[in-house]
């Protein structure tokens, strides 16, 4: 293993791909990027990287945005908890270390919603503190390189491989080893299908490759599954407007929009009595609509019926293709309905 960062190393620098953010390592930039990569993939990052620092571009600008800002630059990238926790973050960074991000461990793991992986890339990448930051991707290649079945859904197989990455930890220039980790999981020991092991810098040394079974790893124990709930949707339209509503403080999509929505599947008949109920004066159930939206631990069922109604009640906000273009965050769940409708 002690040959690992030599070896990564000098590859990462000759075969890293260009990112935007990986020009500088202004904390800021690393960590609004680390984020933004948690769940999701480099491709659907790299635009709203962008677009998010050309319209915040400061942690003052962060720590000072609206939330329904925040809340329509990170539209489409889901768990919404994360840039409702940058923000307050850069909020802590204002108030506490003056506006300059600071750069030791524990104040780095002391920020709002950054957690020991993000902290180890921070640290090591902006810092140069030798920190490992160990997520699925790195958990991914150092079982394969060990031969290691131990499952990587378990705090303490976690625990292990972390304080073996950290007494191999380089103290000169921590951050590209950092990187280089990262990049090989995400380019050469990739997650679906076979990994690339004749590109490999590290085949070398790679247990999983010798034993003829890199493939059979990393080993998950599971989780539990998914909780089902239906959910009928309303498509509601007056006009050229739809009926949009604040979803709660509290929960899952906390303090986003949303389409109206009732528990359970209504047959099309009941569906135009709620509508009724609402004071909508439905005119016409123009389509019904059935999807599937996946989140971590739950999934909706849904229904949604299309209606033109001939009254805009004020139970509801009733916006306009400009309003859902520019200010609404309508998150994916339902954003999907009003882009099928062309909306
Ligand atoms: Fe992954 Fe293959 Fe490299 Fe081993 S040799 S680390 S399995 S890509």
């Not at 920020?111 to 990448?125: H, M, V």
Request: glycine share 8%.
């Amino acid at each position: 293993m002690e040959q690992l960062p030599g070896l990564l190393t000098a590859w990462y620098r000759q075969h890293a791909r260009e990112l935007p953010w990986r020009r500088d390592r202004e904390p800021y930039h690393v960590w609004l990027s680390e984020i933004m990569l948690q769940q999701t993939r480099v491709e659907a990052v790299r635009g709203y990287y962008t677009r998010f620092l050309a319209e915040i571009p400061t942690i003052a600008a962060l720590a000072a945005a609206s939330p329904d800002q925040l809340n329509k630059l990170w539209e489409g990238l889901g768990y919404y908890t994360r840039v409702r926790n940058l923000q307050k973050a850069a909020q802590v960074v204002m108030e506490r270390h003056g506006g300059v991000f600071p750069g030791t461990m524990d104040e780095i793991r002391a920020l709002p919603g950054i957690g020991p992986y993000t902290a180890g890339a921070i640290g090591s990448i902006c810092f140069g503190l030798p920190e490992p930051a160990v997520d699925g991707n790195v958990l991914r290649v150092m079982t394969r390189l060990l031969d290691d079945s131990a499952p990587i859904d378990q705090p303490a197989t976690k625990k292990r491989l972390t304080a073996l990455l950290r007494d191999i930890y380089p103290h000169d220039d921590p951050g590209t080893f950092t990187q280089s980790l990262m990049e090989l999981g995400a380019t050469v020991c990739v997650p679906n299908g076979a990994p690339l092991c004749g590109q490999c810098p590290v085949r070398t040394l790679c247990r999983a490759r010798a034993a003829g079974h890199p493939t059979a790893l990393p080993v998950k124990a599971g989780r539990k599954p998914r909780r089902i709930e239906e959910k009928t949707v309303f498509y509601l339209t007056c006009s050229g407007r739809l009926a949009v509503r604040r979803r709660p403080e509290q929960g899952l999509l906390a303090g986003l929009w949303e389409l109206p929505n009732v528990p359970g599947h209504l047959p099309p008949q009941e569906a135009v009595r709620q509508a009724e109920a609402w004071g909508l004066h439905p005119e016409q159930l123009e389509k019904q609509l059935t999807r599937t939206h996946i989140f971590t631990h739950v999934e909706w069922r849904m229904i949604c019926y299309v209606i033109r109604c001939g009254a805009t009640p004020d139970a509801f906000i009733w916006a306009d293709a400009a309003a859902l273009q520019q200010a609404i965050a309508l998150p994916t769940a339902f954003r999907m309905f009003t882009k099928e409708e062309g909306l």
